[in-house]
């Protein structure tokens, strides 16, 4: 790693996580110490892009997958014009993964720097495709205590925020017997737990983080995730440019102190938090975060369990025929980019 900013490395890093456990405040850090490209949303290249157009071995599948993204929001923000990328798309683009790469490279040209950076949270379910298709990407997983990444996820205000893709809502809710917070439980857990089964199987190029030590110990926390992508995230410099949710947090509580460690612990009703860690409890001690409740009353929430079982397994059905069949693949056009 080089102190003076620079590296010998121009390895891609991907941001990934659960939805509301810190990807936004991690990705404009990184792209906040001066060395990546400024790209200031998700590009969902994955999730979306790549099944909308899933064959690019054809020069008629890369024509309709370049018209198809130069009308869309995602290619108005590199700042870059049609020219700067289609003769690469037509003549070396053969996966999905190689037209990010294209992109982000051409935005690295523009910008004159060396690395690039990309954040989709619904990524942390396509680790084994992004490093498949782009080997030498680098994956650091942020993870948060799953009540507050709940507790955050069924307070945004999507009515306030801009109409962005959102592949994979909490959506289906599990009825009065569970609720919204043990939906949004049962999203963090399959999430979290395919992120860490898929990073354990690359082995080196995974690295975990809590997004708890990111807030309380920025330095620190940062320190170590420099060794690992190898360029150095100098948190002073960080904070004089303050890119995005740096300077701005972004937060799903308006109105609030930033204080978003532990807000479980002063907005969760007794029953509710009973109930989610009745269903999660194994989950968050797996990833050192302590219970508050009295085994007895998990005891009583114990239905909540159930709740959570039969979720987990609509997920992953419903992620499976998006991955395997043409009915699946196609729900992808329905989501606006």
Not at 2 to 14: C, H, K, L, M, N
Not at 18 to 28: E, I, K, W
Not at 84 to 97: K, S
């Amino acid at each position: 790693m080089s102190d003076s900013g620079t590296s010998s490395s121009a390895r891609p890093v991907f941001v990934v996580g659960c939805p509301r456990s810190g990807t936004t405040l991690l990705y404009n850090m990184i792209l906040s110490s001066g060395g990546f490209a400024l790209f200031p949303i998700e590009s969902h290249t994955f999730d979306i892009l790549g099944k909308r157009f899933p064959n690019l071995t054809s020069l008629s599948g890369r024509k309709r997958l370049l018209e198809y993204y130069l009308r869309t929001n995602r290619f108005a923000v590199t700042g870059l014009d049609r020219a700067a990328i289609e003769p690469r798309v037509m003549n070396g683009c053969r996966n999905i993964g190689d037209f990010l790469k294209i992109v982000m490279e051409e935005m690295c040209r523009k910008q004159g720097v060396r690395r690039w950076a990309e954040k989709t949270p619904h990524h942390v379910l396509y680790i084994r495709e992004i490093k498949r298709m782009i080997p030498d990407a680098l994956i650091v997983h942020i993870i948060r205590d799953g009540r507050d990444a709940a507790l955050s996820r069924v307070n945004i205000h999507h009515e306030d925020r801009p109409n962005i893709a959102n592949p994979d809502p909490v959506g289906f809710y599990l009825g009065e017997w569970g609720g919204r917070m043990l939906a949004a439980g049962v999203d963090w857990e399959w999430k979290l737990r395919e992120g860490r089964a898929a990073g354990r199987e690359i082995g080196q190029d995974y690295y975990e983080l809590h997004y708890e030590d990111l807030v309380r110990e920025p330095r620190e926390t940062l320190a170590k995730l420099s060794n690992f992508i190898a360029y150095s995230l100098d948190y002073d410099r960080i904070l004089q440019a303050g890119v995005g949710a740096v300077g701005r947090p972004d937060t799903s509580f308006p109105g609030e102190s930033f204080n978003p460690v532990g807000r479980w612990q002063r907005q969760c009703s007794p029953d509710e938090l009973a109930k989610f860690e009745a269903a999660f409890g194994d989950c968050l001690e797996e990833l050192g975060y302590a219970l508050a409740t009295d085994p007895q009353d998990r005891r009583k929430a114990f239905p909540a369990s159930a709740c959570r079982a039969w979720g987990l397994s609509q997920l992953r059905l419903r992620h499976w025929l998006k991955l395997n069949t043409p009915l699946g693949r196609r729900a992808a056009w329905g989501v606006e980019l």
